[in-house]
């Protein structure tokens, strides 16, 4: 069952009001377990309501002494204010409340299907194969030039790979991924502004993926997100890192082995000692923000791939 806590009227003097929300009464019911009824009215005073914060006015707070606020008690059967919970689409059960408010409820609802638009909901794996295709190809800047490179082998000895920023990897993005040495490529995008790293990938196996998906952490939710949004690896110093997840870096260090090297250059190795595995740093795109990291699975479902893409190619990018 729903128990209809607390219900909040506002009344207003003309529609004009009631868009710059400046009401004239607020009155709040309040429901408790025990079938007491509590009905508080505020009032807005001579200069209305609009002195207020929104947040303030629906949060209960005004500019009224609390104390002097009008209280009714009033005994009622909790059951009065009890409907069953609602199977999804089954509107009508709140009925009644509406009834309450003034509204005058139809007497049937009717659910059609709507068609969903495919540029809708979070933000699609799309074209990931052609970031690592040399050969000339439109973006938002203009005419470009993909040319992939080679950046190194990395070693992952743990089966869990991490990327993330290398000078922030407390919460590292991870994934599942056999032991061994694999290749990592950069694709450099060539424009009339310059070259920058559009997209960088570690590849663990031969076969082309057949799907992709996004990486995402144990409490994130697709189903959160709105249009062209995604759950990315964050930069904060312009740089984004593959490495075990095991491995762990000196943070003095970073700077002279890192950070300085990159100013020259598109990517760093970090080399393991003999208990740590290495890490293999890049350029982040054009700076600092989010960005996506996809998964491309094989048949099989096994991670062939796991790419990082900066959005030079797309002219819209996610949130």
């Known amino acids: 069952m729903l128990l209809a806590h607390r219900n909040t009227r506002w009344q207003f003097s003309t529609e ?28 807005a005073g001579p200069r209305g309501a609009s002195t207020q914060p929104l947040h303030a006015r629906t949060s209960g707070r005004s500019s009224v002494d609390p104390e002097h606020v009008p209280v009714r008690l ?115 995008l060539r424009t009339t502004y310059g070259v920058d790293v559009a997209a960088a990938k570690v590849t663990f196996s031969d076969i082309p993926p057949r799907e ?45 082995d890192l950070f300085i090297p990159l100013d020259g250059r598109f990517t760093v190795e970090l080399p393991g000692t003999e208990s740590e595995p290495n890490l293999i740093a890049f350029r982040a795109g054009r700076g600092d923000g989010s960005y996506p990291v996809w998964i491309g699975r094989t048949d099989d479902g096994q991670v062939g791939c796991v790419v990082v893409d900066f959005q030079l190619h797309s002219s819209g990018g996610g949130e």
């Open 212 to 256: 992709w998906e996004m990486a995402l952490r144990p409490d994130e939710d697709l189903g959160l997100l709105g249009e062209g949004e995604f759950y990315g690896v964050g930069v904060d110093t312009g740089t984004v890192a593959f490495m075990d997840a095991t491995r762990t870096v000196i943070e003095d260090e970073l700077d002279e």
């Open 16 to 43: 004009q009001e009631r868009s710059s929300f400046k009401w004239d009464v607020q009155e709040t019911t309040t429901v408790f377990a025990d079938g007491l009824v509590e009905v508080r009215s505020e009032f």
């Open 74 to 188: 009033s005994p009622a059967p909790v059951e009065d204010f009890l409907c069953r919970a609602p199977e999804f689409g089954d509107w009508q059960v709140f009925a009644p409340f509406l009834a309450q408010q003034g509204h005058e409820p139809a007497t049937t609802v009717v659910l059609n299907d709507v068609s969903v638009d495919e540029g809708s909901g979070p933000l699609r794996a799309t074209g990931i194969e052609q970031l690592f295709s040399s050969g000339a190809c439109d973006t938002p800047d203009g005419p470009a030039v993909v040319e992939p490179v080679d950046a190194g082998l990395l070693r992952i000895t743990s089966g869990q790979l991490a990327v993330s920023d290398p000078g922030w990897i407390r919460e590292p993005r991870t994934v599942a991924v056999p032991p061994g040495e694999f290749l990592v490529t950069l694709s450099l």
